[in-house]
């Protein structure tokens, strides 16, 4: 897959159209592919051939198959342990049936699209791979740099053949250093330094070209002429590119060795086979997600279809006599620094080891590890990459921490236990920072009520949080749980969530479980639609009341109907059915729709200060009920009301002066029947008005709207007042059955 603004997405950039870079690159990694390869396999007790056949294999099957535009596959030295242990067991030839094998396992996991395990590798861990891999690179390659080839290329083991760790090799590697090897490496390093130089890299030749090749031309040139002038002097044969040479074609197909299908009723190549499939699949994946991390492009490879590559060439691997392959990270991250585009990169390589093997094995031989040793020392530089420790160290500790200890892993062990100890460490990251913080649920506590609203997906590692959570719940909390969102709960989530129903009774807390629907996959809760003709009529006037009154408690504990407005735009166009007429005042904290949880086309709204009422009210109240056949009037008041107190502190402004005065009445109303005392309480007096205010407007309603007295007379529907706290959210009704049928 590849992003919008990569210029891939063009069907003008075809493969061959960046031939000038991928040649080059492609080059570039078959000069490191060729060393790696061999001392991959000198480690593996293998057959060196073994190696290189599956450099070809990786550069011209698997490129071809995979979807990876920048990865190599080949021998992987994270291998070369497993591998050296199956081959003492089995021997090679029954080695190679069970490669096949699990090439073909490989293949299974891909067609069961197994690679999206993938997408799970914590990028700390990967991150962790990539500069771990950096620091060995540079380690390693120091010892070859000066001279020192005891050790053979590719070893990425802190503790090598030679009986030596990857630090302690370092003094004793000074005893044995060569100035020839050492002017090499200077000038080579020399080169790939300014080649990367600002001033240089702006100029067309040095962008669109690496240095990698002058490099390789500068090394074996000055070895040649030390050769000349110095022989003694020169580095010799163990110090150079040592490929086998064969006399043609005829020769390489002699060096093939095939599989012993005889061993194939052995049980222990089934358990090698499953071992090297798990192992190979799991470092390709890695390795997939590191490589498209470098990638320039962002592309993104399809890890199915790279566990099916990986597993056809492995097939061919072990038919052919070669090791098990899996993309590995040095050669495909050089790949990526040696300005490689496209996979044609990959081809080139694995071509040109395939005819240099076969045809002109001897031009390779004179080419110093010192070169190739200062290669891999500018690659394992930028593959540390130290901004990374800034950026992994802002991330927080639960990132850091496995970054650093995956770095540690690889450094002190190996590439698998050093993968092993970033993933445990990442395990343990995730399972803490599920404990410490709430992923699963967004937690809202208001006054004394404490709200825990359940996210898509609740699994058991949310077990240990939850617990935490409701063992600190005082006594006597009010407690929401709301699970309307979940379209998954883990069992034990739900074992401890019903339990909690029986605890939270003892310990005198008040729960509340909105859309409780079981555990496992759960069904969506269905939306919320606006009433229709047939549900309106079905309605009672104390069923409308009931409604709002659960709509008032799902508001007061922050809860709400799922709800598309679009939908019940749509649902509504053809006509509405409310099923109530709310009279409320303006105060924009008193909007009615939300109050009680309703959406469009659920209730008419009425609105004025002080939610009085006048003819224009009476007119509104007379077409919602008896034209659009809503069963319920509700009068709703509110505390702390601007026009409450405008009316008992007198206030005069032009029109609002009008509106005031039919306030007033329940003014004098509360003051006649009051105590002087209690008068003196300016906020008692305001609420006391509001209440009245409210009860008078009911009657008024009766008094000044015959056809809505007829209504309620014969039961057809329902008045009430009622009382909005905007401090707690609660809605209180006055009496209210005694207007209801």
Not at 509 to 516: D, G, K, Q, V, Y
Not at 654 to 666: E, N, Q, S, W
Not at 685 to 697: E, F
Request: glycine letters at 8%; proline letters at 4%; charged letters at 15%.
């Amino acid at each position: 897959m590849t992003p919008k603004n990569s210029p891939f997405n063009n069907p003008d950039h075809r493969l061959l159209s960046h031939l000038k870079y991928d040649v080059p690159a492609g080059f570039a990694v078959f000069l490191v592919a060729i060393p790696l390869s061999l001392g991959i396999a000198l480690a593996s007790g293998a057959p060196l051939f073994a190696g290189l056949v599956t450099a070809v294999v990786g550069g011209m099957v698997v490129a071809a198959l995979s979807g990876s535009a920048l990865g190599i596959s080949g021998a992987a030295a994270g291998l070369a342990v497993i591998v050296w242990a199956a081959i003492q067991q089995l021997g090679f030839e029954a080695f190679l049936l069970a490669v096949m094998l699990a090439g073909v396992l490989q293949i299974i996991l891909g067609l069961l699209k197994a690679g999206v395990v993938a997408y799970y590798f914590p990028s700390s861990v990967v991150n962790g791979m990539l500069s771990g891999i950096g620091i060995i690179l540079v380690l390693k390659q120091i010892p070859h740099a000066i001279g020192y080839d005891a050790d053979y290329e590719g070893d990425e083991s802190f503790l090598q053949s030679d009986h030596y760790s990857s630090l302690s090799e370092l003094p004793h590697m000074l005893a044995y250093s060569s100035n020839t090897a050492l002017l090499i490496t200077s000038l080579c390093l020399a080169v790939l330094v300014l080649w990367e130089w600002p001033v240089l890299r702006r100029q067309g030749f040095f962008r669109d070209y690496q240095g990698v090749l002058l490099a390789v031309v500068i090394g074996v040139v000055v070895n040649l002429s030390v050769q000349a002038y110095w022989p003694d002097s020169a580095l010799q044969p163990g110090h150079l590119v040592l490929l086998p040479v064969m006399a043609g074609l005829s020769d390489v197909i002699n060096h093939l060795h095939f599989p012993d299908f005889s061993a194939i009723a052995n049980p222990k190549v089934y358990l090698s086979a499953l071992t090297l499939a798990m192992v190979a699949s799991l470092e390709a994946l890695l390795s997939v997600e590191a490589i498209d991390k470098l990638d320039p492009y962002k592309r993104v490879t399809p890890a199915d279809r790279e566990l099916v590559a990986q597993g056809v060439g492995n097939v061919i691997c072990g038919l052919v006599g070669g090791l098990p392959l899996t993309q590995v990270v040095i050669r495909s991250s050089f790949n990526i620094h040696s300005g490689a585009k496209t996979r044609v990169a990959c081809w080139v390589h694995g071509i040109l080891i395939a005819a240099t093997v076969t045809f002109v094995p001897e031009l390779l031989n004179k080419i110093p590890l010192a070169t190739l040793a200062a290669i891999l020392l500018v690659v394992g530089y930028k593959l540390v990459n130290p901004k990374m420790y800034y950026i992994m160290y802002k991330a927080g500790p639960y990132h850091f921490i496995p970054f650093c200890l995956t770095v540690i892993g690889l450094v002190f062990t190996d590439m698998l236990v050093g993968l092993a100890i970033g993933l445990m460490a990442a395990l343990v990251s995730i399972l803490l920072e599920n404990f410490r913080s709430a992923f699963y649920f967004q937690a809202l506590q208001l006054g004394s009520k404490t709200i825990l609203r359940l996210t898509e997906q609740v699994t058991f590692l949310n077990k240990a949080h939850l617990k935490h959570i409701f063992k600190g719940l005082p006594v006597d909390a009010d407690v929401v749980i709301d699970a309307t969102r979940c379209k998954y709960i883990d069992y034990d989530v739900y074992e401890i969530i019903e339990d909690f129903q029986d605890d939270a009774k003892l310990r005198g807390i008040r729960l509340t479980i909105e859309n409780w629907r079981g555990y496992g996959t759960l069904a969506a809760v269905g939306n919320a639609r606006p009433p229709t003709y047939n549900a309106q009529q079905a309605l009672a006037p104390a069923q409308v009341l009931a409604i709002l009154k659960e709509g008032n408690q799902r508001f007061v504990n922050n809860l709400e109907y799922n709800r598309n407005l679009l939908e019940q735009v749509n649902d509504t166009q053809q006509g509405q059915y409310p099923i109530a007429i709310i009279l409320s005042c303006i105060d924009s904290r008193t909007s009615v729709e939300l109050i009680f949880d309703q959406g469009l086309g659920d209730v008419f709204s009425a609105r004025v200060a002080g939610n009085v009422i006048n003819e224009d009210i009476l007119g509104s109240m007379e077409f919602a009920c008896k034209v659009a056949g809503s069963k319920l009037i509700v009068v709703l008041g509110h505390s702390h009301c601007g026009a409450v107190k405008g009316a008992c502190g007198n206030v005069q402004l032009a029109h609002l002066t009008g509106v005031l005065d039919k306030i007033k009445p329940a003014l004098v109303q509360v003051q006649a029947e009051s105590l002087p005392e209690q008068l003196a309480d300016y906020d008692w007096l305001v609420q006391q008005v509001a209440d009245k205010n409210v009860q008078l407007i009911v009657g008024q309603i009766r008094q000044r709207s015959p056809l809505l007295q007829g209504l309620l007379d014969a039961g057809e529907i329902g008045l009430v007042g009622a009382m909005h706290d905007i401090e707690s959210g609660q809605v209180r009704f006055y009496d209210a059955e005694a207007d209801l049928v």
